[in-house]
């Protein structure tokens, strides 16, 4: 069983940067590819950012507009600048046993707990 912890979420106001953090406990996640989704309450979970095994290729989603970078050199961050109101939200790690980095929720098999990131002023 993999299990992922998130940190790093908070209070922020618009414009400025968090630095979320993603760990998993007794592995390490050179065979897993992982992702970023978030939600805000009364809306699906929505794709962010994701990162392949091998570490050969990285995927966004549309509206990261180069203002997120993901990446995993132990541990899973994404770096977040420019943050907007919009982009409140829980934000959750998720992995899967290799396979190609992937748009949807449902191709991933383990889920942390969230970190709260609020973005206001």
């Known amino acids: 069983q993999v299990q992922l912890v998130e940190s790093g979420g908070g209070l922020v106001q618009p414009g400025g940067s968090l630095r979320l953090a993603c760990v998993t406990s007794?592995?390490?996640?050179?065979?897993?590819?992982t992702a970023w989704f978030r939600q805000s309450p009364g809306n699906e979970r929505q794709f962010v950012a994701a990162?392949?095994?091998?570490?050969a290729n990285t995927l966004y989603a549309d509206f990261v507009k180069g203002r997120f970078a993901i990446s995993r050199p132990d541990a899973m961050y994404l770096q977040m600048n420019n943050l907007k109101p919009e982009d409140t939200a829980n934000y959750y790690c998720?992995?899967?046993?290799?396979?190609?980095?992937?748009?949807?929720?449902?191709?991933?098999?383990?889920w942390g707990q969230g970190t709260q990131v609020t973005v206001s002023s």
């Open positions: 998720a992995a899967k046993k290799y396979g190609s980095t992937s748009r949807s929720y449902i191709d991933y098999d383990y």
């Open positions: 007794g592995r390490t996640f050179s065979t897993y590819t």
């Open positions: 990162f392949h095994f091998s570490g």
